[in-house]
């Protein structure tokens, strides 16, 4: 089996005597100047597979990018290393190729183009992660590679919710990387959401106001600033617009509330502004009196103070709209 990398990488095996007795299969890698990079031992009925796992991971490369050979021929990854006929001390040749790589690239690019209207991503979601997993390409073309197949497919096409998670906490995500829909990495955490104080992508920026014009809908996205989305996030979660169909509702549970409440802070903290918009110019509601003329800001919720009689007294957060006046007054004092 599979030791510890930096274990492995300190102790070549030269002495067969501190292996167990599982372990009687002792292998050097070898670079193609000559040079030994990694070293595993183990048992002989460990797969190829296995063993270039544990090669990758000493070497800092994708798995798919790592092939072994001896005597001139690639080990298989199905067999073991006594189907190959390793001896108990064999020393491999190290191959690192994108050959693999582009190869799952180029399936991922033919799945996307076979999709239509509707279709299940179920097959395509999995090797879209590898691509981005072994960076077959930058992230964000990756990512547009993906929307944009999916846009092209129709509306009822589309990645699943991991797709996102996936992107997130990728080392090369940023703000602005293409996520699900027509949502970068930023605006579907605002809409969703999602805490973005832990994302490292928040952190690797850029911290930008530009505006996003694509609506929302029904998950209540309007035409602003990611500053102006946050608002908005919260506002939704402590009461239902007007403009929205259905019965009213009390307001969210505090952990949601408390993301929201969050977001709106962080960003402001980051320097996230808000726009102003001409009057008309912006309309989230139909009678006046309710929105400010120029903002997104709900004046009745700036004033509303007295908890819902639908909700519990005794399990309810005790003031839920005092969260909307403190960002308002945070924004101010900003």
Request: hydrophobic fraction near 35%; aromatic fraction near 6%; glycine fraction near 6%.
């Amino acid at each position: 089996s599979c030791g510890p990398p930096s274990k492995l990488a300190n102790d070549p095996c030269h002495d067969l005597e501190t292996m167990t007795e599982e372990a009687v299969c002792c292998v050097t890698v070898l670079s193609l100047g000559g040079e030994e990079v990694a070293a595993w031992a183990g048992s002989p009925d460990t797969t190829v597979a296995e063993l270039r796992r544990c090669v990758a991971q000493q070497l800092g490369q994708h798995v798919l990018r790592v092939a072994l050979t001896w005597k001139g021929e690639q080990l298989a990854d199905g067999a073991t290393l006594v189907e190959s006929q390793l001896p108990e001390r064999a020393s491999l040749q190290l191959l690192v190729s994108d050959k693999l790589v582009n190869e799952k690239w180029e399936e991922l690019q033919q799945k996307l183009k076979a999709l239509e209207y509707g279709s299940d991503t179920s097959e395509v979601a999995p090797l879209a992660a590898l691509c981005l997993e072994a960076k077959a390409r930058p992230v964000d073309e990756i990512a547009v590679t993906v929307r944009d197949s999916c846009e092209e497919a129709g509306s009822m096409t589309d990645m699943p919710d991991d797709w996102y998670e996936q992107l997130a906490a990728h080392p090369d995500s940023r703000c602005d990387t293409p996520c699900l829909g027509h949502s970068d990495l930023i605006h579907y955490s605002i809409s969703d959401n999602i805490r973005l104080g832990d994302k490292p992508f928040f952190k690797a920026g850029p911290h930008s106001d530009k505006v996003d014009y694509p609506e929302w809908g029904w998950q209540a996205r309007i035409a602003g600033t990611p500053l102006d989305m946050a608002a908005r996030k919260l506002e939704v979660l402590l009461e239902k617009p007007p403009a929205w169909g259905g019965l009213t509702y009390p307001p969210k549970e505090a952990g949601e509330l408390d993301v929201a409440q969050e977001n709106f802070m962080l960003l402001l903290e980051h320097g996230f502004k808000m726009s102003r918009v001409e009057v008309g110019g912006r309309q989230l509601c139909s009678q006046e009196g309710i929105y400010d003329a120029e903002m997104v800001w709900k004046r009745t919720l700036l004033q509303r103070a007295e908890l819902p009689y639908e909700m519990d007294q005794a399990t309810c957060d005790q003031q839920p709209y005092d969260r909307y006046r403190a960002i308002y007054d945070a924004w101010r004092a900003a």
